[in-house]
């Protein structure tokens, strides 16, 4: 046997006790659902509560707005400048149609050209105004909302009488972009479209101002327009002298039009269709005709 002397054995026995308070704090640590002292405590996400019911922003959307735009260059009193007082009888009569059957209605100008190009898009949903020579392919409605009267307008001085096709030979005809006026008219246009003896061609959303110029200084010769048209814009312009009416090329009914690219084009033309014949009925239609000096006979 080893003997271990007094000092000896005190210098041992701290270092033994601190050894074992060490190992038993390491079990109880092992054994703990806590975390160590010197670690961060972490929080577990909590699942979210589950709901039969349909998210917020499902239940504000769900009943979609439906919206009818329709566009033209100004041709009043058909119709006229986009947010105007009047801004023509054509769009009063489809905007009464289309907010009673839950559409929201706007309509807009552009260049005659422009808005058969932007329909044709499906960036508006149609036309105002339409020959149905304008787009053949379009979706129209069985009833007309107007009547267009195309006549022929001169120099106050000249003595010229359309008298036909043949009577337009050595004269300066001006017409706008994109219009259709008589099957005998466009394809006269379209035939000499390049040659600027005989055809001139008008562009942007008012270019009847312009013509009129044109027509007053003899710069061309012949101006075609809706009679109705050309009457109400001397009615509000007072300052532009009235041209010479020189015959009367056609007539035919207008329209509002729908390209067939557009998935609602035959609904909305029936919409027209039984709203106008709505209209007639209860007397709304003679009341915004009306406001326009118009009556049902005159269209």
Known sequence: MIAVSAPILM?????MFRTLLLCA????????DQPPPDLPATETPSQPELSSAPPESEVTTNTAIRRVILAADPWCPHNCLAGALQQGYMVDIAREIFSEAGYEFDYQNYGWARSLQLAREQLIDGVVGALKGDAPDFIFPETGLGEARITLYTHPQSQWVFNGIDSLRGKTLLVINGYSYSPELDRYISENTDDPERIWILSGPAPLARALQLLERERTDVFVEDSAVMSWFLAQNTSFAAPRSAGLAHEAPL???FPPENPDATELANLLDSGLARLAANGRLAAILSAYRLSEPDL
């Open 255 to 257: 329209f509002i039009a």
């Open 25 to 32: 704090l390491f079990l109880l640590s092992a054994c703990s």
């Open 11 to 15: 210098a041992v026995i701290p270092s």
